[in-house]
Nanobody
Framework: QVQLVESGGGLVQAGGSLRLACVASGMRVGGNRLAWHRQAPGKQRESVADMPIYGISNYADSVKGRFFISRDNARNTVYLQMTSLKPDDSAVYYC???????WGLGTQVTVSS
């Protein structure tokens, strides 16, 4: 059974940084496409960052140059480094493994102005 567990969210001031982590079990992060999505209250869930097995990762225009997705195969963990955070980045952030149609429970990020 594939499981994804996110952590690292919290309250941060605008301009600050956070690093989210997603620990996977039942699958290898090194051999799978991985993604981060977010959902703010009253809004649809949106893709933030998408990392293929090989090649260049893709980012939403709203986070390009500020967010960076990476993986640590030894820890079986995928990260989302977020910098220059803005209040509009406030949302619940979810880790996703598209091949398994599996989502974590999410971690809350709140950015104060």
């Amino acid at each position: 059974q594939v499981q994804l567990v996110e952590s690292g969210g919290g309250l941060v001031q605008a301009g600050g940084s956070l690093r989210l982590a997603c620990v996977a079990s039942g699958m290898r992060v090194g051999g799978n496409r991985l993604a981060w999505h977010r959902q703010a209250p009253g809004k649809q869930r949106e893709s933030v960052a998408d990392m293929p097995i090989y090649g260049i990762s893709n980012y939403a225009d709203s986070v390009k140059g500020r967010f960076f997705i990476s993986r640590d195969n030894a820890r079986n963990t995928v990260y989302l480094q977020m910098t220059s955070l803005k209040p509009d980045d406030s949302a619940v952030y979810y880790c996703n493994a598209p091949s398994y149609n599996t989502w974590g429970l999410g971690t809350q990020v709140t950015v104060s102005s």
